[in-house]
């Protein structure tokens, strides 16, 4: 099946840093990558959908100025968490979906624990 | 609006069957996946229905009714190594994979 990475897997910042998270689709190329967060014992939360060459779109209640998302290429989107406070600690996790006719599997990377201390 | 509800939390016993429930209200639906997740880890694919009835792979089979927005997740011959969470996500409009909370399953000998 198809291969997403994501790196790095565990940060740990000081408040007020930022910290960039890297997802990359290894095998395909990805037009949509999607972010989540997901809280200790909670499902997986979107928090916005990144589309190459263009601007990310972000659910309701997330901060855009706060979770910045890039999407330079096609294999390739970033997520940096800006002005990090102890309540952004959480698992973030990306997901790119290959489309072939009805078929659109989500592939996810291994979630990255950012710690904010 | 969204909403997709699963159960909680689930016990059940090595070499038994369990059916995870999952239904759900979405304002589009172009397939509904379940997803296994071990605490620390990223979700891992299981099953995917688009069209009413059951698909079976293996241990696992899944089942999906559009009419009643209803699907379950069936696991037959039951491992330790089953123990997990189960989540249930319906692919929405724009490509969107939403996810409801999980159900926590956890087997016993």
Not at chain 1, 35 to 50: G, H
Request: proline share 3%; with cysteine; hydrophobic share 35%.
């Amino acid at each position: 099946g198809a291969v997403v990475s994501q790196h790095p897997s565990r940060v740990i910042c000081k408040s007020g840093t930022s910290v960039k998270i890297e997802c990359r689709s290894l095998d395909f190329q990805a037009t949509t990558m999607f972010w989540y967060r997901q809280f200790p014992k909670q499902s997986l939360m979107l928090m916005a959908t990144s589309n190459e060459g263009s601007k990310a779109t972000y659910e309701q209640g997330v901060e855009k100025d706060k979770f910045l998302i890039n999407h330079a290429s096609l294999t390739l989107s970033t997520l940096t968490v800006t002005s990090a406070h102890p309540e952004d600690s959480s698992f973030y996790i990306c997901s790119a979906r290959t489309v072939k006719g009805i078929d659109t599997e989500a592939f996810f990377g291994q979630g990255t624990r950012l710690t904010v201390v | 609006g969204q909403n997709i509800d699963q159960p909680t939390e689930m016990t059940a016993t090595e070499g038994a069957i369990v059916q995870i429930n999952c239904t759900y209200q979405t304002s589009g639906f172009n397939g509904l996946f379940w997803y296994q997740q071990h605490a620390g880890e990223a979700p891992t694919f299981l099953s995917y229905n688009v069209l009413d009835g059951l698909e079976e792979k293996g241990r696992f089979s899944s089942f999906l009714s559009r009419s009643k927005g209803y699907s379950y997740l069936l696991l037959k011959e039951l491992q330790m190594k089953d123990s997990a969470s189960y989540l249930c996500a319906v692919s929405g409009g724009y490509n969107k994979l939403i996810f409801g909370a999980g159900t926590r399953l956890a087997v016993h000998p």
